[in-house]
């Protein structure tokens, strides 16, 4: 009986809202990550509970990316959003619960000139 209670513990605490951290940084996969590709290239992923909240902080981590750089504006290439499952024993033998995780995914190129599809970093720092 204490281990039913204990897993139901950790179960609904894992549901509760993600804040905006580095991937890893509790536990789980959530959060934002970056490859750097080049100098001025990145593929940015963040990964989240609510996909209200997703693309927003999507953008946030790319506007700290460019200021952290130099860069003023940024462009989205190569879109990749998708959805992940996560899956989560809760039951006996071969019971289980499935959560979808909304994700967005994307190379993102920053420069210091403005074009017709870029984003300004300043801008979008958000939350």
Sequence with gaps: MKVLVFLSLVFFASCGTVGYQKAGDNGFR???SEVKLTKNKYRVKYLGKESTIVYKRFLKR?????INNKYKYFTIKE???L????SIGVGIG???SSIQNPQYEATVVFSNKKSED???????IVE
Aim: hydrophobic share 35%.
């Design 118 to 124: 870029s984003f300004s970093a300043k801008e979008l």
């Design 94 to 96: 071969r019971s289980f």
């Design 79 to 81: 879109v990749g959003s």
């Design 62 to 66: 790319c506007s700290e990316i460019a």
């Design 83 to 86: 959805t992940e499952g996560v």
């Design 30 to 32: 959530l959060g934002y």
